[in-house]
């Protein structure tokens, strides 16, 4: 699959696009209740996939690690409500996923774009995840990340030791 680059992307400096969603607590998440806190914001295409539940369990798996160097973890896809609540659940997540079914927050982040898979050019959601700061602002963006593996890549780039499973 390839995807080509959507109209903009964002860098480390950028102001974080806000954001209210639905979100797998069965409530709404926005990104000011999250003001003053290191977020790993997350961006994938589809609940229930073995590419996306693979990197949410990896998430999940490696939640204690990224805790304790200050990250809260969020993740992001255009499924319904009602999908996401149960993917978290079933998964046993333990951090939220947002519902973004118009992908309104996927554009302003540009998660958005066109995608080619098996010669199929279609409009969909590019895996990518970006650090948000305390201040509002991006500290790291990453776009066209890969599922397996992404969330020891992560550990790297953001210089955190790994606990097991992680």
Known sequence: MTTSAPQHRLTAGDPAPGFSLPDSAGGTTSLADLSGQRVLLYFF??????ACTQQACDFRDSLASLAGAGYTVVGVSPDPADAVRTFARERELGFLLLADEDHAVAEAYGTWG????????????????????????????QYNVR?????????????????AGA
């Open 147 to 163: 599922a397996k593996g992404h969330v020891a890549k992560l550990h790297r780039d953001l210089k955190i030791a790994a606990t």
């Open 114 to 141: 066109e995608k080619v898979n098996y010669g199929r050019t279609y409009q969909g959601l590019i895996r990518s995840t970006f650090v948000v700061e305390p201040d509002g602002r991006i500290g790291l963006a």
């Open 45 to 50: 295409p589809q609940v229930d996939t073995p």
